[in-house]
């Protein structure tokens, strides 16, 4: 049977196909959004790119809170009587037809004036008028046609987020001068003695002074607070040479110019500093639509609803919860706060917090924990604790996520700037007494000299340039790291660690195997037609996974809450459920199981285990002959013996895992000198990703957010883990690499130096061409690695 | 008075129009979004013939 796809969304039709205007939709909402849009002349939309809609969500009551003036007031960022401005994060931006569809906002309604979206970020900036409209109504017209903004605790702070641009306008002043230097030294390359050259030479000279100011003290000024910060903590960085180099370029250059002794080093300086700071913003590659720093916050809701002591509801900020308030959770929404159960039926989700992989009833008079989310229907609680001091938000207050990764761990830059300095030191004075004794008139000219030359630019431009590229090249097959430093850092591990719900398990899919006596064709039309019409979770997944069926009307149907559910066809009668509600004892304690009998015999079970992703064991078997592998989960130990058949033996299995307990595994084991990769998706392993020498999140859709970590992972990629590992490994190799050739270059420079002929035209060939030869060097090989990851990747 | 001043002068001059261009375009933020432009300088045509639609319809109903 050929599906049909909705027109709107994209999605299969399944069942039901509604027809409109000759086209077909999947639901009603992804109608209601054809017909708004179709009303309204922009049909453009679909024009566009095929199927770009989403299915708008049930938002009924959800956004109540938008109303609060105070809510209001730290979510727009402009807010005049009449005007406001606001930025929303819609997680959906994803094509053109976005862009153009949120732009046009004002057709829907016509008191926004103007609508600007940022794709990189995926986000949509609305000028409103206020006293005709309400952030409300922006809001709900944005989730009416599928765009719903995503609003989390974490907007909910003071001031303003500034841009830093420094390092773009430090590196067009040193582009600007740089250029502009060059045009002026030119001239007096060629050295002759004419006499328009001598007449101007000292205006070109002074200008080019003027022009390398801003250069050396406001463009370069970063290498000389790093330097004395290095220098202070006893680290000689690769600061430190390039400090010198500028500083001795910049001072020597002056002096020779103010007593006519030459025309001075302008030219290698501003190109040295232009360089420097291209290699910077090269390696600053950010992907604005994902963070790496984010905590509990970006996960809990702005305000919940609270019900006052007279019955009303209102909206409450989650920061003003008090103990005893009494909270209203609706379907889908997240329990904020610690709290008791007071009444409706309860089935948390408790997968992102604990890492337990079902989903548990709870009754009236049960604690809830903050951060579960609610599947089914409205709840009331009550509230025990605050926020900030709920189970899982105190996870934050440890130490860790306070510390920087990247302070204790020495890059391979700055491990060779350690000897190369001392190298260049100890040449310099070796030079320079030896020229006292031959030439003093030339002994500080070779000083300086050495010092010029040997400034480490190619050295420091290695690095930068190679992680640089890779991050793109990384970024392309959707693994997306934070920055060059953690590149270095997955190359040097030894041991990698997994969680298992949601890491090595996949959400969508679980498997169910069956036991007992096997179920005739009739009975196994009468379990699926059973199973078709109860909303539990267990029986939606158990539906998914029995064969097709004929549909059968039934005579009876009836579901018994937390027991199971009965139904009859003509003669026949089926009981599924729990083992004591089919009349039998429960055997495994720790799968989840349902149980089945017809006609009053009991015939046999469904275990459920998970489903694990593809090539899970193949990557296991290819990681485990270099690193240590372990499996630290926070479930119970159900799929043990599982997990034993899938993975290579040596793999260490640890169930039962708190939160704290994967954080201290991590700390002891680094102390015992592991390097650790910690692989992980939900909030229970941020403390354990935080901790690690490098924490990758494993994201099934990189839209939703994944815990603070150093890089993100796509799920379809997960195979893929060790080709980005090896990949790591040889990007240290090409670094090494060009650290050869680099010092090659400065052995030619050095040659120069020491023997005294160090001429400004010598200075100004070997460093552009230094620095341009490595740039070159870098690309060219990390994109042949690129190359090989595509291949492997694709395959 | 010789040429080249008044040469030299006009091309720093020059250069520093263009630099301060580039700072002003840095301030007012055209560096921070660099992809969202070249898409939306593609619908304008799209938006010309939308308007138009829109009137002839009015005109109609």
């Known amino acids: 049977m050929e599906q049909t796809t909705c027109f709107h969304c994209g999605d299969n039709c399944n069942d039901l196909i509604i027809a409109f205007n000759e086209k077909s939709f999947c639901c009603n909402g992804c109608k209601t959004v054809y017909e708004i849009f179709s009303e309204n002349d922009l049909t453009c939309y679909y024009d566009l790119q095929n199927s770009p809609g989403a299915i708008p969500k049930e938002i009924e009551g959800k956004y109540d809170f938008l109303s609060q003036k105070n809510i209001i007031e730290k979510l727009t960022e402009f807010n005049d009587e009449v005007i406001q401005i606001t930025t929303l994060y819609i997680p959906h931006i994803h094509c053109s037809s976005c862009i153009w569809i949120l732009e046009n906002l004002n057709k829907l309604n016509s008191n926004i004036t103007s609508s600007q979206v940022n794709f990189g970020k995926k986000t949509v900036r609305v000028t409103y008028n206020s006293t005709l409209t309400s952030l409300k109504e922006v809001v709900l017209l944005l989730s009416s046609i599928g765009y719903e903004p995503y609003i989390s605790l974490d907007d909910f702070k003071t001031g303003k987020q500034n841009v830093n641009r420094s390092l773009i306008y430090k590196l067009g002043i040193a582009g600007f001068a740089f250029g502009n230097v060059m045009f002026l030294s030119f001239p007096e390359y060629f050295e002759v003695g004419e006499f328009w050259l001598e007449k101007y030479k000292h205006l070109f000279r002074w200008l080019m002074f003027a022009f390398s100011l801003p250069v050396v003290f406001y463009a370069g000024v970063d290498y000389f607070i790093s330097a004395y910060k290095g220098i202070n903590s006893k680290i000689l960085n690769i600061d430190v040479p390039i400090a010198i180099g500028i500083a001795v370029l910049f001072i020597r250059s002056t002096i020779e110019i103010s007593f006519d002794l030459g025309s001075g080093f302008f030219d290698s300086l501003t190109g040295l500093v232009f360089f420097l700071l291209l290699g910077k913003f090269f390696q600053q590659k950010t992907y604005s639509f994902l963070s790496f720093e984010r905590d509990y916050k970006s996960y809990f809701p702005i305000a919940v609803t609270k019900i006052t002591s007279e019955g009303n509801e209102t909206p409450i900020q989650v920061y003003n919860i008090k103990k005893g308030d009494r909270l209203l959770i609706r379907n889908e929404e997240l329990i904020p706060v610690d709290g008791i159960l007071i009444n409706g039926k309860a089935r948390i989700d408790y997968s992102f917090v604990t890492g337990e992989s079902e989903s548990v009833s709870k009754i009236s008079g049960d604690k809830l924990f903050a951060g579960g989310k609610q599947t089914s229907g409205v709840i009331e609680m009550e509230a025990l604790k605050s926020v900030e001091q709920s189970y899982l938000t105190q996870l934050w207050s440890n130490d860790v996520f306070n510390k920087n990764k990247e302070d204790g761990f020495t890059n391979l830059t700055n491990t060779i700037s350690k000897r190369f300095t001392i190298a260049v030191l100890s040449i310099a004075i070796i030079a320079t007494s030896f020229w006292l004794y031959t030439d003093a008139s030339k002994a500080m000219n070779v000083f300086t000299a050495v010092l010029i030359i040997a400034c480490p630019c190619a050295i420091a431009l290695s690095a930068p340039f190679t992680f640089g590229n890779l991050l793109r090249i990384f970024g392309k097959q959707k693994f997306y790291v934070k920055n060059a430093s953690v590149i270095e850092q997955l190359a040097s591990i030894n041991t990698i660690i997994f969680d298992k719900t949601g890491t090595i398990t996949s959400n969508k899919k679980s498997t169910a195997n069956y036991e007992g006596e096997s179920l005739s064709h009739s009975e196994e039309v009468l379990l699926k037609n059973t199973l078709r019409g109860s909303n539990h979770p267990l029986s939606r997944t158990l539906y998914n996974i029995l064969d097709e069926h004929n549909i059968i009307s039934l005579n009876h149907f009836e579901e018994h809450l937390g027991k199971g559910i009965e139904a009859s066809h003509n003669k026949d009668h089926i009981k599924i459920g729990s083992a004591s509600y089919v009349g039998t004892t429960e055997t495994s304690v720790l799968n989840t199981t349902v149980h089945i009998s017809t006609n009053n015999h009991y015939k046999g079970k469904y275990t459920f285990y998970n489903s694990y992703r593809k090539g899970l064991s193949e990557l296991f078997n290819k990681l485990k002959k270099h690193y240590d592998l372990v499996i630290l989960s926070g479930d119970n130990e159900g799929e043990l013996e599982n997990l034993k058949k899938l993975l290579p033996s040596k793999t260490k299995l640890i169930f039962n895992q708190k939160p704290d307990d994967k954080l201290e595994y991590i700390k002891y084991h680094q102390t015992e000198g592991a390097k650790v990769l910690m692989i992980g998706d939900g909030l229970n392993d941020a403390g354990a990703l935080a901790q690690s020498n490098v924490g990758i999140a494993i994201s099934e859709n990189i839209n939703v957010f994944s815990p603070a970590c150093d890089a993100v992972l796509d799920a379809s990629k997960f195979k893929h883990l060790n080709t980005f590992i090896r990949a790591s490994k040889s990007a240290i190799k090409i670094i090494k690499w060009s650290f050869v050739l680099s010092l090659i270059y400065n052995i030619i420079g050095l040659y120069f130096a020491v023997t005294g002929q160090l001429a400004p035209v010598i200075a100004a060939i070997l460093m552009p061409l230094s620095s341009i030869s490595i740039v070159v060097f870098t690309t060219i090989t990390t994109n042949i690695l690129g190359k090989k990851i595509r291949l492997k990747s694709n395959s | ?61």
């Open chain 2, 1 to 61: 008075m010789s040429v080249i001043y008044i040469l030299l002068s006009i091309s720093i001059i020059v250069a520093i129009v263009f630099f301060i261009a580039f700072i002003t375009a840095v301030k007012k933020g055209q560096f921070d979004d660099s992809y969202t432009p070249s898409v939306r300088m593609l619908f304008d045509d799209e938006l010309v013939k939308d308007s138009s639609n829109t009137s002839i319809k009015t005109k109609k109903d």
